[in-house]
């Protein structure tokens, strides 16, 4: 069975950063491109950014350039999330999802495989 588990998510300071890793069970991620969304109280869901089979990332959401990274490690089947400089805006449940395919989206139907989400509290 394909699962998504995500972690790393909790209470930060304005400024603080963290670390949010998408660990995948029951298949390898090499094959598969993952995305990086999130979504806040009465939101909609949205796409933040992408990295494909080739390691080439993609961002789609301009308030997170310059202060989020996407990395995979394949030899751990493992995608991170790296946040910096974090906001209030920036609170949210953040989910990671996969799909087969090489090409990165930000359209959330695309994706088969969704983690559970983790919360991430950006608070004074």
């Known amino acids: 069975q394909l699962q998504l588990v995500e972690s790393g998510g909790g209470l930060v300071q304005p400024g603080g950063s963290l670390r949010l890793s998408c660990e995948a069970s029951?298949?390898?991620?090499?094959?598969?491109?993952i995305g990086w969304f999130r979504q806040a109280p009465e939101k909609e869901r949205e796409g933040l950014l992408c990295?494909?089979?080739?390691?080439?990332?993609?961002y789609y959401a301009d308030s997170v350039k310059g202060r989020f990274t996407i990395s995979r490690d394949n030899a751990d089947n493992t995608v991170t999330l790296q946040m910096n400089s974090l906001k209030p805006e920036d609170t949210a449940v953040y989910y990671c999802?996969?799909?087969?395919?090489?090409?990165?989206?930000?359209?959330?139907?695309?994706?088969?495989?969704w983690g559970q989400g983790t919360q991430v509290t950006v608070s004074s």
């Open positions: 999802a996969s799909r087969r395919n090489w090409a990165c989206s930000n359209v959330a139907h695309v994706f088969g495989s």
């Open positions: 029951g298949f390898t991620l090499d094959a598969y491109t």
């Open positions: 990295i494909n089979t080739s390691g080439i990332s993609t």
